[in-house]
């Protein structure tokens, strides 16, 4: 086997145990993820982990960028086919991230709301990658923002859409869907100016 094929191979072992650990991750928090059930749902045996990480906070700090990295992309297509029906982007994230599909999707949504407390727990390295994640949420909202929006606005969207998803995925589905639609009705109205009373 050249040596070319050796390292796709490698490759794409370390993308499905990726795969695997970002799901879990996200599921289960970091307490949850244990490398042996990662390993075996990844499709490869117990005793190849340490071929690809260190220690399983390795696994964890690079699972997290990996999870966030998921997130976001998905995250992005759904907001370009909103957009292109006419709506806000910033509209579009808002009602997106706190939508039934964002708040009932465990295992592949976005890790700051997923993993909570839990990103400020852990490694020093695996702290740095978690607030790289909040960091990044933050940035991608600012860049949504309508020029002229108010100092902070960016951070106190976030903490409303992580801390609401955290909410919802505890409510019962009855309390639910009002909790949610608050919250969007509130960052609407404060944050989304460019398009407030059009939908």
Do not use: W
């Not at 399983?56 to 992005?76: I, K, P, T, W, Y």
């Not at 592949?108 to 702290?127: F, N, S, Y």
Request: hydrophobic share 45%; net charge neutral; proline share 4%.
């Amino acid at each position: 086997m050249s040596n070319d094929l050796k390292q796709t191979r490698r490759q794409q072992s370390h993308e499905r145990i990726l795969d695997a650990a970002a799901r879990a991750l996200c599921r289960d928090g970091y307490a949850g993820l244990g490398v042996a059930n990662v390993m075996k749902e990844a499709g490869l045996t117990h005793g190849g982990f340490y071929a690809h990480f260190d220690s399983r906070e390795a696994l964890l700090a690079e699972a997290v960028e990996h999870a966030g990295m998921r997130s976001m992309a998905r995250m992005r297509e759904r907001l370009a086919r909103r957009v292109d029906e006419g709506i806000s982007p910033l509209r579009a994230l808002i009602e997106e991230y706190l939508s039934d599909t964002h708040v009932n999707a465990l295992d592949a949504g976005c890790p700051v709301a997923a993993l909570g407390p839990d990103l400020g727990r852990g490694e020093t390295a695996l702290r740095g990658v978690a607030l790289g994640r909040v960091q990044h949420l933050v940035a991608a909202i600012a860049r949504l923002l309508p020029p002229g929006s108010a100092p902070g606005a960016a951070q106190v969207i976030a903490a409303t859409l992580v801390g609401s998803v955290q909410l919802a995925r505890v409510l019962p589905e009855t309390d639910r869907e009002a909790m949610l639609q608050n919250a969007r009705a509130s960052l609407l109205a404060q944050f989304d100016h460019a398009d407030v009373g059009a939908h």
